[in-house]
């Protein structure tokens, strides 16, 4: 089985302060990571992942993610968050040995204030 | 040129009924998905096609019938909708196993 953690329902940030979103996994094996952002009324999009290589990943808008084995976390961060930033933010995990179901975590929504 | 798209954005229907949703990707993946996002913003996947072979059939009821005429369209067809169908459908693709899913802007079901 396969699961993800997202520990926060809320995050609330002032612009230019950084930015954290945590994420814990569940995964037998190795794990294939992503990050999604969704807006109002939009479809998830997607901002970084996970694969092999580099455990610090970077990504669209300025962010990235720290994969840390040990801790099963991949937290996503952005050092200096920006009011637009404000939007619901959810982690996603796969197993390597399962091709093609994603499980994602129940979601962080992110307030980022002026 | 729009990557993902579906139609309807909206569907208002009644309970009983038998509605669709369709969705389509320009972007010439293999693989096509159906999730469901509840009221708290929950994502569950309920199926999943590649080269228009379902490969992932998660615990849907089976009023929920997915199909695929080909790669760049997969359509969700429900039958005797309930109360507790009302949520936002969302359709997504992706190249393949290790890649990214591209999410559509998503159907919202209200069933009254």
């Known amino acids: 089985a396969q699961s993800v953690a997202q520990p926060e329902d809320q995050v609330n940030v002032a612009e230019g302060n950084p930015l954290t979103v945590k994420c814990t996994y569940s995964v037998s094996g190795n794990p294939y990571l992503f990050w999604y952002v969704q807006y109002p009324n939009r479809g998830l999009q997607f901002l970084l992942k996970y694969i092999t290589g580099d455990n610090l990943v970077k990504g669209s808008y300025g962010f990235e993610a720290e994969f840390n084995k040990s801790q099963t976390s991949f937290h996503l961060k952005k050092p200096s968050a920006l009011v637009s930033d404000s939007a619901l933010y959810f982690c996603?995990?796969?197993?390597?040995?399962?091709?093609?179901?994603?499980?994602f975590g129940a979601g962080t929504t992110v307030t980022v204030r002026a | 040129d729009t990557a993902v798209s579906q139609t309807p954005k909206y569907l208002v229907t009644q309970m009983g009924n038998d509605k669709s949703i369709k969705c389509e990707q320009n972007l010439g993946h293999d693989t096509m998905y159906w999730y469901k996002q509840d009221s708290k913003k929950f994502l569950k996947i309920m199926f999943s096609y590649n080269n228009k072979e379902l490969i992932i059939n998660e615990t849907v009821p089976n009023r929920f019938s997915p199909k695929s005429p080909d790669k760049a369209h997969l359509n969700l067809h429900i039958n005797s909708l309930e109360l507790g169908d009302s949520a936002v459908y969302f359709c997504a693709s992706s190249q393949d196993r290790q890649s990214e899913q591209f999410f559509g802007p998503g159907t919202r079901l209200t069933v009254l």
């Open positions: 996603a995990v796969r197993a390597r040995y399962n091709d093609y179901k994603l499980s």
